[in-house]
């Protein structure tokens, strides 16, 4: 950034001076008649003008280098709000709060009107928006490549319990941060056939969409660097039928627009649920086959021989959605560009890299094959061939991996069979790939699958969302760990400053008294900040047991209820999280979730001693919200069932204690901050394994007399006394097939909440732990994740502090 850039982000009067000219030119307004809609549009212009010089020296100076690139090829981009980023990461705040409380306004109110970018469904989405940020804070030349989504993930709010979706429309107001590319258009084809001619393929789609480009800047910590995330949206070849519309056809006239805009129309809401439908196989290749398109028009510009490929460019697959990537560029390579098979596909091997991030059955990929030969028939060719190869590689080996089996194509086998480098995301889950689902394709390629355990980016994740702790932080050990999270290290030994314990938790405190005060104005319950704020946000699906959770809310109420004036250590349970809509078992949890909440509430027995909240549409804001104020962090999925998890991360950093199980991240996280500071309990990824085999949940519930008692009270109807019935499917799934183990870890889990209460109790001792967790959080920095990809997979460097 050059020192001129520098005094304009430092000086007020010339970010307030902008405001006012785009409140005036760009949104047509004066000040008097300014809404805060009009004020926030005002202000993002004003800071994205301040990312244009940093961004445009970022592209010139990465094609003056013409060092490798990096392309994250993700479906997901869940970037929530970005006007608040981005007045942190170019140091603003000041400037735009004096700014607008000039006019009277308030900046956390214009901060707050602007709607989350919700181009994702949970934590592989928001891991890639946390990589975008890292990448440009480490100077990295990157591409974020996705699919502008008309309408994000779906509203959630609840009828009666019952959680009821409605539409989202991020778009329908004016989203000022991208710059449409119209001249950035790309043929995407679907269906036809592929003819041989003089024994070239020829591949004649019959319907052809086009992609274009939108382009959002991406700016690193001070602008320092800055990349793009494009995102793709489809619009039709053709965009009108003139004749229908003359003959009064209205409709037939607009069939092909719409019928292209379809594509890029809605985000899939699955989450580690099975999904097969031909929109999402046409999504995945839509996005893909543009991003190929432009990234090899980019290498072409400066480079002759694709041969060289590999050593200008590294291809990120996030999770199997941008899988077809393998067959598309060696399609590319041999259709456009006249390689032979061989030669396409060790080009594309050595470009392509692939990051696995479930390992649940019901989520990894698969294709029917005639669905695929339907949609792309010459990939389908291609992936014959591909498979075919790895056979002979997996024979060599005395291994049985196959791409193609029982007329499906396995996504997660194709990745893997065309990356350069495979990885999980935590070091368990990479453990459990090598054993488990990818088991027979390590022994082809045994050098293949390394791990690079997660990160959450400290800007959005403790910089911008916890201003407290950010004023205390930089007080004690100056502002160097926003880039460099491991120098929180430094207040470790603070630990055992009774002061300092004292203004950590003071910030804690102030944090949970927003929360209280949001608490009552969005829900109309008055929570008491002093009572244990106890947070599971993540979607709700079974291997996450919220259901455990449930149900062990329901049996400290019965506790309570039986010895009211005992020594409780009062809590507030917040839930928060979407079950996709097609997800029925995790619907249930949440309609009992809200009926264990009703019942519990308004119990004066109970009072203050629990208080049970479920606040609708969690959402990027809300967990900025929930983050900073929590005291108990739960990560309690089945032993082996979450890959990494990312919240874990959030919640240590912001000084939040975790009662978790041995799973994912968690085994990490427990490494770093030490066992004395962590909740640990149930049963392991092993033991859940051996316990399968002659699993007897009734067993289970009837050697526990705690889970017992709830389970007879949901079946009598306790929870539900108009519809006694109501819960019954809940309980059936979970006597007919609890393969998530919540009875088996119940009792377990109820000994740790036990002993939590009596941590919670002793505050110094409390406040020691959450002082340490924050202390030992730095590795979960995205940094130190990005650092790793860019060392041990893409092998690309830093161009940050190159000079120009
Ligand atoms: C991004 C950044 C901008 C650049 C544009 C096109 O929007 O500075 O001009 O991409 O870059 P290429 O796609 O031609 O590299």
């Not at 006019?103 to 109110?109: C, I, M, N, P």
């Not at 699955?270 to 398109?293: C, M, N, P, V, W």
């Not at 006249?338 to 060790?346: E, L, M, V, W």
């Not at 790939?433 to 400290?458: A, C, W």
């Amino acid at each position: 950034m050059t020192e001129k850039n520098m005094r304009d982000f430092n000086d007020t009067g010339s970010l307030a001076g902008a405001i006012d000219f785009h409140l005036a030119n760009t949104v047509g307004k004066t000040p008097d008649a300014a809404s805060t809609t009009d004020w926030r549009l005002a202000l993002s212009r004003a800071v994205r003008d301040k990312l244009i010089d940093p961004w445009f020296e970022a592209t010139r100076r990465t094609y003056a280098q013409d060092n490798k690139r990096v392309y994250y090829l993700s479906m997901e981009f869940l970037l929530g709000r970005i006007l608040q980023d981005a007045v942190n990461n170019l140091g603003l705040e000041d400037a735009a709060r004096s700014a607008l409380a000039s006019h009277g306004v308030d900046f956390a109110d214009v901060v707050c009107d602007e709607p989350d970018a919700a181009l994702g469904n949970g934590g592989l989405g928001r891991l890639a928006a946390c990589f975008l940020d890292s990448l440009s804070c480490l100077g990295i030349p990157a591409y974020g490549y996705g699919i502008r989504y008309a309408h994000g993930l779906f509203q959630q709010s609840f009828e009666d319990g019952r959680q009821v979706e409605m539409a989202e429309g991020w778009l329908r107001q004016q989203h000022n941060w991208e710059f449409e590319r119209a001249e950035c258009l790309y043929d995407i084809g679907f269906g036809g056939e592929v003819n041989e001619t003089g024994g070239n393929a020829i591949w004649t789609p019959t319907d052809v969409v086009s992609a274009q480009a939108y382009d959002t800047p991406v700016p690193g910590w001070r602008a320092g660097w800055t990349n793009t995330l494009r995102l793709w949206s489809a619009k039709p070849k053709k965009i009108f039928d003139l004749e229908p519309f003359n003959r009064g056809e209205y409709m037939e006239a607009a069939a092909p627009e719409v019928l292209a805009e379809t594509i890029s129309r809605v985000l899939y809401p699955d989450d580690s649920t099975e999904i097969g439908k031909a929109l999402r196989l046409k999504q995945e290749y839509f996005f893909t086959a543009a991003s190929l398109q432009d990234l090899l028009r980019r290498f072409l510009t400066h480079n002759g021989d694709l041969r060289a490929l590999p050593s200008k460019v590294a291809i990120q697959m996030n999770d199997t959605h941008p899988a077809i990537a393998g067959p598309e560029l060696i399609r590319l390579l041999i259709d456009t560009h006249g390689f032979d098979f061989d030669d396409a596909f060790g080009i594309a091997q050595g470009t392509l890299n692939y990051t696995n991030h479930t390992l649940l059955p019901e989520a990894l990929e698969a294709w029917d094959t005639r669905l695929m030969a339907d949609t792309l028939p010459r990939h389908m060719q291609l992936i014959e061939r591909i498979d075919a190869r790895l056979s002979k590689d997996a024979a060599a080996a005395k291994a049985t991996a196959r791409i193609v089996e029982d007329n499906k194509v396995n996504m997660g086998t194709l990745a893997f069979a065309c990356a350069n480098r495979v990885n999980g995301v935590s070091a368990l889950h990479t453990d459990l790939m090598k054993q488990t689902v990818f088991s027979d394709l390590h022994q082809v390629y045994p050098e293949r699958i390394l791990n690079q355990t997660n990160g959450v980016t400290p800007r959005r994740w403790l910089h911008g969302c916890n201003r407290g702790l950010r004023d205390l932080l930089n007080e004690t050990i100056g502002t160097d760990w926003v880039c460099d999270l491991e120098q929180l290290e430094k207040i470790a030994p603070l630990a055992d400053d009774a002061d300092f314990r004292a203004r950590f938790m003071q910030v804690k405190q102030d944090n949970k008294q927003m929360l209280t005060s949001w608490v009552k104005d969005r829900m109309g319950i008055e929570i008491s900040p002093d009572a244990m704020f106890d947070v599971q946000i993540k979607r709700i699906h079974e291997y996450k047991r919220q259901l455990m959770n449930a149900l062990e809310t329901a049996a400290l109420a019965n506790a309570i209820r039986r010895d009211p004036d005992a020594d409780w250590t009062p809590r507030v349970k917040i839930f928060g999280g979407k079950a996709a809509p097609a997800y029925l078992d995790a619907k249930n949890i949440i309609r009992l979730i809200n009926d264990i909440a009703v019942s519990i509430n308004s119990d004066p027995v109970i009072g203050d001693r629990l208080k049970v909240l479920y606040p609708p549409n969690y959402n990027v804001s809300m967990a900025e919200i929930l983050i900073p104020a929590t005291d108990l962090s739960e990560q309690i999925s089945t032993a082996g069932k979450e890959a990494s998890g990312t919240g874990n991360m959030k919640f240590a950093l912001n000084g939040a204690v975790t009662v978790g199980t041995l799973d994912g991240a968690n085994v990490e996280i427990r490494d770093h901050v030490g066992d004395d500071n962590i909740y640990i309990f149930g049963m392991t990824a092993e033991e859940v394994e051996a316990a399968r085999a002659g699993y007897d949940t009734q067993a289970y519930i009837d050697q526990s007399p705690i889970l017992k008692e709830v389970i007879d009270q949901i079946r009598e109807g306790v929870y539900s006394p108009g519809e006694p019935t109501r819960h019954w499917p809940v309980l059936e799934k979970l006597l007919r097939d609890d393969y998530f183990m919540v009875a088996a870890d119940f009792d377990a889990y109820w000994a740790a909440q036990r002993q939590v209460d009596k941590g919670f109790a002793d505050k110094d001792a409390w406040a020691r732990m959450a002082v340490l967790n924050t202390a030992h959080s730095g590795w979960f920095s995205s940094d130190r994740t990005i650092q790793g990809y860019a060392d041990a997979i893409w092998g690309v460097a830093s161009l940050a502090g190159e000079s120009k």
